[in-house]
């Protein structure tokens, strides 16, 4: 075999180890990548889910437009502490500091009480307001004259005990979404998902202390699950 065909014939055997070898190489790349992009995900998304997985789950659903208004509305002639449970993305709170009150908020979700902070340092109400990681159940309420709650059916029959045993006298509560079962509201606004119920820390500590409560009727429980 003359010596040019030997050369020509030797040449493809090193440039496929070549393209192996880049195929090997993008082909980790393209693992770390996606591998990263997972941990990345993980990472987000694992302080998203994890409340879901406790007992009584408080899922972060935005309050609407509405539902702000209707707060700030039955709250207009309140002032003083206001803490809002289970704050979300810090709207409530935000809101109810530029209409003067002192603001809390209790989130168990860290980066929604992160982006909360920015957002209140954002509208210039960060001196009047302050959000907070931890568990509801785990906090006394006794310091606040103003509570908002956003919860779900699971959770407000013991939340009226805890209130109910915590709060001043002087107290006003107002339940989103979900009115409390046992507790007569001393008035509502709004319609539909966007009613708000507000609540007299008076009467509510007087029925406890008496032993009266009010059940729910059987039209009153269909009436309150449209309220999603």
């Not at 993008?26 to 879901?52: C, D, E, I, Q, R």
């Not at 309050?63 to 709250?75: M, P, W």
């Not at 339940?175 to 119920?197: K, L, N, S, Y």
């Not at 820390?201 to 059987?218: D, E, I, M």
Request: with cysteine; glycine share 8%.
């Amino acid at each position: 075999m003359p010596q040019d065909e030997l050369f020509v014939d030797s040449g493809p055997p090193n440039g496929g180890v070549k393209e192996k070898g880049s195929r090997s190489r993008l082909g980790l790349v393209v693992t770390g990548v996606v591998g990263g992009s997972l941990v990345a995900l993980y990472a987000v998304a694992t302080p998203f889910v994890a409340p879901a997985l406790r007992k009584v789950c408080l899922p972060f659903v935005p309050a609407t437009t509405a539902q702000v208004e209707n707060v700030l509305k039955v709250l207009r002639a309140r002032s003083g502490t206001l803490v809002d449970i289970g704050s979300g993305d810090g709207r409530i709170v935000i809101a109810a500091a530029k209409h003067g009150f002192q603001a809390s908020g209790f989130e168990l979700n860290p980066w929604l009480v992160w982006y909360s902070r920015f957002k209140a340092w954002r509208e210039g109400v960060h001196r009047s307001t302050s959000f907070h990681i931890s568990d509801l159940w785990k906090v006394s309420f006794a310091q606040y004259s103003n509570v908002v709650i956003f919860g779900v059916p699971q959770m407000m029959d013991q939340l009226e005990h805890k209130l109910a045993s915590e709060l001043p006298g002087t107290a006003k509560v107002v339940a989103c979404r979900f009115p409390f079962p046992t507790w007569v509201p001393e008035q509502t606004a709004g319609e539909g998902i966007d009613t708000v119920w507000v609540y007299d820390a008076k009467t509510f500590q007087s029925n406890l202390h008496s032993g009266l409560t009010r059940k729910t009727a059987p039209e009153e429980q269909d009436s309150t699950e449209l309220h999603t």
